[in-house]
């Protein structure tokens, strides 16, 4: 799926201006690695991404990501030792305290690894390690859209759909480190309700997710559904949910239905965070945001989202709480983990 998820470029600070103490993050997916060297400030000094190449294994893997806190710090004409702290976000679920992916349902084979550990080992540093949802959410809530909150929930919209918990300075991680996994929220508990990968029925992410806003479009043109979608699908484009966008964009019907079902359903999932959280802000990002703010369909989406929310939620929270679109997209993840390697850093110190 086309990355569409920056708000803005990424610009890189100039290694003069940085106020240390420097920080490394690292964020892995099931297609790419992503790294970041940032400041005290959380101002992006270096970025490095690669191919996850996940059929080669968790320790080809494990050690690319530790050489990537070299590569950054050669970026920027350091040696590693002058980085501070690292921190590291995977796919769970995961057992954080042991620093072990439980199960990667994106990077078969990888279950039960010890990973954070085996990136230290190569990057010559403890590590700091979080979900990358967490980290995502971190990240806005360091130097993001969050940044101006106390406590935010955000949700990642994407091949599934991730959550993170920020309260005050600290993610909601759990006893069994499987806190803050909202897309795994019921919303539906009806007899037909749908499936997640997991074989979970009902929850957000057989809603929310760009693998179910799929499914349903496939669904509805297969039982004859028809319009510009359906006909650019017949000719052989693939369905995405950035081919169903434009076609919304053009006023496809089918397209905007499809669109505004996940914002309903995406709005109800949000009304019990609220209920069960009452935060200072809902975050919506990841790769599914349908351009944002800066696109109309985006703009179509998150209203829908907010009305659902006014709709459902007590009149207080429908009216104090922020929804908003993420601003750091792809390098949320990153930035974050670089944040908890700073937060950390900071307490022991």
């Known amino acids: 799926m086309t990355d569409r998820r920056m708000s803005h470029p990424r610009r890189l600070l100039p290694f003069a201006q940085a106020r240390p103490p420097l920080y490394a993050g690292v964020d892995l997916g099931g297609t790419t690695i992503k790294a970041s060297l940032v400041d005290d400030l959380g101002r992006t000094l270096a970025f490095h991404t690669e191919p996850t190449h996940a059929d080669r ?6 050690a690319r990501m530790g050489r990537a806190v070299h590569t950054l710090a050669g970026m920027v004409g350091i040696v590693t030792s002058d980085i501070a702290a690292v921190g590291l976000g995977t796919p769970g679920p995961q057992d954080l305290p042991t620093g072990v992916i439980i199960r990667a349902g994106n990077l078969p084979g990888w279950d039960n690894y010890p990973i954070r550990d085996r990136v230290a080992e190569h990057c010559g540093h403890a590590v700091s390690y979080a979900n990358d949802a967490t980290a995502a959410a971190y990240g806005e809530f360091w130097v993001g859209s969050g940044s101006e909150y106390g406590s935010l929930v955000m949700l990642t919209l994407g091949t599934g759909v991730g959550g993170g918990i920020i309260i005050g ?6 006893a069994h480190s499987h806190a803050s996994e909202c897309g795994h929220i019921i919303i539906d508990t009806s007899d037909t309700a ?31 559904a028809a319009g510009s979608l359906a006909g650019a699908v017949a000719e052989g484009e693939e369905l995405t949910p950035i081919l169903i966008s434009r076609e919304a964009e053009t006023g496809d019907s089918l397209a905007t239905t499809l669109i505004l079902d996940t914002a309903g359903w995406l709005g109800i999932g949000i009304v019990t965070l609220m209920h069960t959280l009452d935060p200072e ?60 390697a700073r937060r950390d850093h900071r307490r022991n110190a």
């Open 169 to 174: 300075d600290s993610s909601i991680d759990g």
């Open 281 to 340: 802000a809902v975050i919506i990002g990841g790769a599914m945001t349908f351009g944002g703010e800066e696109a109309a369909v985006g703009r179509i989406f998150i209203d829908r989202v907010r009305a659902v929310v006014r709709s459902r939620a007590f009149p207080l929270l429908a009216e104090k709480t922020v929804i908003r679109y993420a601003i750091l997209g792809g390098d949320a993840g990153s930035i974050g983990a670089a944040g908890f």
């Open 194 to 224: 749908r499936k997640c990968p997991f074989g979970h029925s009902g929850d957000l992410e057989a809603y929310c997710s760009a693998t179910a806003l799929m499914a349903r479009a496939r669904e509805a043109i297969e039982q004859g």
């Open 57 to 62: 294994g968790p320790d080809d893997a494990a």
